[in-house]
């Protein structure tokens, strides 16, 4: 799994590209986290280039989401795949966090809000 930083305004952007797994959760988490210790609140993982995400990813992603949101901010998601949206349907995730078909969507949603 490969993780690219980027930022647009005040709002932190990952890419994620490859598998988020029992294998990779722990980097997903440690780089969510690490934007969050720097206090970037506001996130967005660009999943356009994620073919599959297993119980761990999710776990990372809801770990963040909460934290973001206790911290007055939020997770949001971008460019989700079928086959992850599904998983995340299926788990009830979908109802949790925001969804956007891409990033710039995603970033502006956050204008709207604030």
């Given amino acids: 799994m490969q993780i ?8 932190a952007v990952l890419s994620i590209a490859g598998s ?8 997903l988490t440690e780089a969510l986290g690490e934007q969050l210790r720097a206090g970037h609140a506001r996130l967005v993982v660009d999943f ?5 995400t297993s ?4 776990r990372s ?13 939020d997770l949001r998601m971008a460019a989700v ?4 949206l599904r998983v995340l349907s299926l788990s009830g ?5 925001k969804l956007f078909d891409d990033v710039g969507l995603a970033v502006a949603s956050y204008q709207v809000s604030a």
């Fill in 4 to 11: 690219t930083l980027t930022r647009q305004d005040s709002i």
């Fill in 20 to 27: 988020v797994d029992s294998l990779t959760a722990d980097q």
């Fill in 48 to 52: 356009r280039e994620v073919d599959y």
């Fill in 55 to 58: 119980s761990a990813g999710l």
């Fill in 61 to 73: 992603l809801l770990g963040t989401l909460k934290d973001c949101r206790r911290q007055g901010g």
């Fill in 81 to 84: 795949q079928p086959a992850v």
């Fill in 93 to 97: 995730f979908a109802s949790i966090i």
